[in-house]
């Protein structure tokens, strides 16, 4: 239902689970465990409606209960995707790359050595993120990030563990791989690398939006302006039909990261996001 509704739509609902969750935990005896998997992953729900509506307080305490609920849960897989989450949080929306490498660090001790790569691969794919994201982007340590990503996901030799529901293969760590690029201002880098991910299924629209607004970036420093703000009005147009206040940010930063002469395209972005925002 998030990939088709508004998260305020949902997030009374998750909520409302959430808090039924958290009181079973409580009469669950012997089955307190299992129950504790459970709220782990309501809090993680609710904590990505939360970052999508950027009420990033909310997001930010929902992710640490989702943290405590796993590590109840005796369940350190569980504790890794949720503490990696609350990384990728932190780097992407909150804006916090070093706040959001310290979780990586803390998700990596806490990291089963019997698990599989996927986890292995992911984390790393975060970290590349985190330090392209730095005010002074480490290109150097971003590159390493990658590789090791790239030897992990060659290991891997089976399904992803739970709470992993899809495979971190090749062409999902190519959508991590452009985003990096265009974070370091590669865009002939980042073109071939959202070229590699397009094999993937196709993604929901509010991440296709996300996504969108970082071809548009790579676009605009390529100097191609009008094919940059045509995809960048198609994203801020899927923001504003499901509400998600996340996607309307990243278009205002997007607009004011880049200040080319006025088009008849820029000034129809302009126009979309002045209404939008008044």
């Not at 609902?13 to 782990?40: C, M």
């Amino acid at each position: 239902m998030d990939a088709s509704f508004c998260s305020r739509d949902l997030i009374d609902g998750v909520r409302s689970h959430l808090e039924l969750a958290v009181r079973a935990h409580r009469a669950a005896g012997p089955h307190a465990p299992a129950v504790a998997a459970a709220v782990s992953e309501a809090a993680g729900f609710a904590a990505w409606l939360s970052m999508d509506m950027l009420d990033l307080g909310s997001a930010r305490t929902y992710y640490r209960q989702a943290i405590t609920a796993a590590e109840l849960a005796k369940n350190d897989v569980l504790a890794v995707y949720m503490t990696g989450s609350l990384a990728a949080f932190e780097i992407d929306a909150a804006g916090d790359p070093l706040l959001g490498l310290a979780m990586i660090d803390k998700a990596r001790k806490t990291l089963p050595l019997s698990v599989g790569s996927t986890p292995t691969a992911w984390l790393a794919s975060l970290e590349a993120l985190a330090h392209a994201s730095k005010p002074h982007p480490d290109e150097h340590a971003a590159t390493q990030a990658i590789s090791t990503a790239e030897h992990a996901i060659a290991r891997i030799d089976g399904p992803p563990p739970w709470p992993w529901v899809y495979p971190f293969d090749l062409t999902k760590l190519a959508r991590i791989r452009a985003s990096v690029a265009v974070r370091l201002g590669q865009p002939s880098e980042a073109a071939r690398a959202f070229a590699e991910s397009l094999p993937t299924a196709q993604p929901a629209p509010k991440q296709a939006a996300l996504t969108t607004l970082e071809v548009a970036t790579a676009a605009c420093q390529r100097g191609e302006t009008d094919e940059a703000f045509t995809l960048a009005l198609d994203a801020l147009n899927t923001g504003i039909t499901y509400g998600s206040e996340r996607i309307i940010r990243q278009a205002r930063q997007f607009r004011y990261s880049n200040a080319p002469a006025t088009t008849l395209t820029v000034a129809r972005f302009d126009d979309r996001l002045r209404t939008t925002l008044l």
